[in-house]
């Protein structure tokens, strides 16, 4: 078993809720009186939440899976697991429903007063829920597992991504609610435009349209490895943090996709040398397979040497997202929950594609 510093006194307030007092002991006709009472004050409920957004690539604010998936034990040790009455829940399916306080619900419920000569408990979750998720156990680790699909919509749009704990949440004694930080398991992109050096012969340059085409990783296996520490907390693996990849994606499959990332206002004319943001980021699954090639199409006005205009309209020009394109790709690899700023400069013959403080470097040859 896991023993968290972090543990909120017993019976403390959360989110208003008021201080109610703690049954010890109770019978089947308790239980049918707790399940009657509108407060849901004894009900084992859930709320997941984004802890850090820095390594969340959005918040629950915005549009976040319908559904998670919950395991949750008592008394958990290595052979908890196995042993059907020590489960609380097995993979649980819950649903979102816009209910205040109490917005995420499943059936049938479970009741605090059931466990109350437990001494502790974990639970474990993730999102969306699928049938065939899995927590197994290994040496001192729980890892969790779930297959997951991103949609053509998931990827363009930022919405209903998969998302995993960040840990277990533990708890010393019966009572509250269970709160899941999660954490966001795809890798973001944001593209961003300006002109660069040398272009004073430009008049306008006008990009009406930025596609990303190629085989994009759309299924696979997520995976996240949670160990008990010599203090009795829970940590993530620190083998894998070492790697900065605690999160795994195993059994990645990918589909060929044209995904139009649209801009809002339609297109971007550049003027100066300030970098402008194209859209709204757009997701992958974070694999070195991940290689599309970005499209960019635009219209141009520029002076020749004897200082006449020279209109070019619906270029097309791309380059291919790779390690031989972008030196340091391969090298630091794509981290999930992080936000990728790939900063194109415009500049004469060719478009240089930068990114993370000149990380990854590309070159695109212009007309």
């Known amino acids: 078993m896991c023993i968290s510093k972090n543990i909120l006194p017993f019976g403390k307030a959360w989110l208003g809720f008021l201080l109610l007092p703690f049954m010890v002991a109770c019978s089947g006709d308790d239980l049918e009186q707790y399940a009657q009472r509108a407060d849901n004050a004894n009900e084992i409920g859930f709320l997941p939440k984004t802890e850090n957004v820095t390594r969340a690539t959005y918040s629950l604010d915005n549009p976040h899976p319908a559904t998670m998936g919950v395991f949750g034990y008592f008394d958990l040790d290595e052979n908890t697991i196995t042993k059907g009455n020590y489960t609380i829940f097995k993979n649980k399916q819950v649903n979102y429903q816009e209910q205040g306080d109490w917005s995420w619900t499943y059936s049938p419920v479970r009741y605090w007063p059931e466990f109350s000569s437990a001494n502790d408990f974990d ?12 927590l197994t156990y290994y040496d001192k680790g729980y890892t969790l597992s779930f297959n997951a699909a991103l949609s053509v919509e998931n990827i363009k749009e930022g919405t209903n991504l998969p998302l995993i704990c960040n840990q277990p949440h533990h708890k010393d004694a019966p009572g509250e609610i269970v709160n899941f930080d999660m954490d966001q398991t795809t890798t973001g992109f944001q593209l961003k435009f300006k002109l660069g050096t040398r272009m004073s012969n430009v008049r306008d340059f006008e990009i009406t349209r ?18 008990c520490d010599d203090d009795g907390n829970w940590v993530l693996d620190p083998q894998l943090l070492e790697k900065k990849h605690d999160i795994k994606w195993s059994d990645v499959t990918t589909q060929n996709m044209a995904l139009q990332i649209a801009n809002e206002g339609g297109s971007l004319t550049l003027s100066d040398d300030e970098f402008h943001e194209w859209g709204k ?22 002076a020749d040497s004897e200082k006449k205009t020279i209109t070019r309209e619906g270029v097309t020009k791309s380059i291919v997202f790779n390690k031989d394109n972008f ?23 060719h478009l240089y594609i930068l990114a993370d403080d000149d990380q990854y470097i590309g070159y695109l040859v212009m007309e």
């Not at 085409?213 to 160990?227: D, E, H, L, N």
């Open 123 to 134: 639970f474990f979750g993730y999102m969306p829920y699928v049938s065939g998720a899995t």
């Open 210 to 227: 930025v596609q990303v085409i190629g085989q994009i990783p759309s299924k696979g296996k997520v995976s996240r490895t949670y160990i």
């Open 281 to 302: 980021p757009f997701f992958a699954i974070p694999v070195e397979s991940f290689s599309p090639s970005i499209t960019v199409t635009y219209n141009v006005r520029v």
């Open 327 to 349: 030196a340091n790709l391969k090298k630091q690899g794509l981290m999930p929950g992080k936000i990728n700023s790939l900063e194109i400069a415009i500049v004469p013959d």
